[in-house]
């Protein structure tokens, strides 16, 4: 249920031109910040690493 109340305040969000921008701004601000970009690849290359090391 909380995802479909999640879904439809994004929709209404990305249906206004400010609320556009706002998401475009957000996103480029996340993407261009090294902290974050290194906890993404970091958590993505985890289940990866954990299988193949272990004995």
């Known amino acids: 249920m909380k995802w479909l109340i999640l879904g439809a305040l994004l929709g209404l ?8 921008q706002l998401a475009l701004g957000a996103v480029t601000a996340l993407v261009t910040s090294p ?5 993404v690849l970091g958590a993505v290359a985890r289940p990866h690493l954990t299988r193949r090391w272990t004995r």
């Not at 969000?13 to 556009?20: D, F, H, N």
């Not at 902290?35 to 906890?39: G, M, Q, S, T, Y």
Request: aromatic share 16%.
């Open 35 to 39: 902290l974050f970009v290194a906890f």
């Open 13 to 20: 969000v990305l249906s206004t031109p400010q609320g556009q």
